[in-house]
Nanobody, 124 residues
Framework: VQLQASGGGLVQPGGSLRLSCEAS????????VAWFRQAPEKEREFVAA????????FYANSAKGRFSISRDNAKNAVYLQMNSLKSEDAAVYYC??????????????????WGHGTLVTVSS
């Protein structure tokens, strides 16, 4: 099982980025998927999650109104569109998947599969 996050980079405050998470070795369409992030010297924190069908989504308060999670099961991919980025959004972003984790779960534990992160830097 492998999850690969990509799309990170350097963006100015107020800018946008779209992160992608692609899976291999699992049927992505059977899994809910979440995005977490970890800034230097901080705990990993939940950002957003989406159900296996894409019909339900859940966001951390910090992401509401600015971030949007979506998925394309035909491509085995999940996306995180991030708009109006702030300096505090800078972090390594990770995607995680699990067939049974509630999408409202902001804890790391129920999410079985994790990918390597992608770095988002927000700076002028």
């Amino acid at each position: 099982v492998q999850l690969q996050a990509s799309g990170g980079g350097l963006v100015q405050p107020g800018g946008s980025l779209r992160l992608s998470c692609e899976a291999s070795g699992i049927s992505f369409s059977s899994n809910s998927v979440a995005w977490f992030r970890q800034a230097p010297e901080k705990e990993r924190e939940f950002v957003a999650a989406i159900s296996w069908s894409g019909g339900r989504k859940f966001y951390a308060n910090s992401a509401k109104g600015r971030f949007s999670i979506s998925r394309d099961n035909a491509k085995n991919a999940v996306y995180l569109q991030m708009n109006s980025l702030k300096s505090e959004d800078a972090a390594v972003y990770y995607c995680a998947a699990d067939p049974r984790a509630p999408i409202t779960s902001s804890l790391r534990d129920p999410w079985r599969y994790w990918g390597h992160g992608t770095l988002v830097t927000v700076s002028s």
